[in-house]
């Protein structure tokens, strides 16, 4: 398995493993195993690369396994979602400073096919992740659904990211989280 930045022809690979595990589309007894809530476009997804660097993919066999997405709160704040967190940023501390779109940014969606749960894919892409945008943005931020324990589970005991909130959107609940990316994660 290789782990890398994804490349303009990587993009529908991505989008079919997104599609899998994506809530609209995923199949009902797998959502229990986690699943992302964000649909893409190929267009947001060339910008994301593009504009970015911030789509990193795990391949083995010339297959996309694993991705994670990350990016500045500009590239986000298309989505009522990301425009409602982008407010709400100055409302909270992490590492002793008040988060901004200065000084963070958001980390997300993560999707690893279910054949690779387990075997160590998400630490690695997580960490390269962290790695590369560590360059830009001193802290990580991300949120997790209240309906995806197991997502909560795999970011707080496998990655040790940090609860720093609740909050409700769109009549969902969910947990705001965050990271020193300074921090290599301990392997």
Known sequence: MIIRNALLSDI??????????QIDSINEEDKADGFVTTAFTKEQMTKLINEENGLFIAVDNNEVVAYVMTASWQFWSIWSMFAYMIEDLPNHQYLGQTLTVANSYQYGPVCIDKEWRGQGVLEQIFDYARAKMNKRFPILVTFINKNNPRSLRAHTKKLNL???????????????????TCLKLES
């Open 162 to 180: 940090d609860i720093i909130s609740e909050f409700e959107f769109n009549n969902n609940q969910y947990y705001t989280l965050a990271y020193d």
């Open 12 to 21: 529908e690979k991505v989008l079919k493993l997104h599609f899998l595990y």
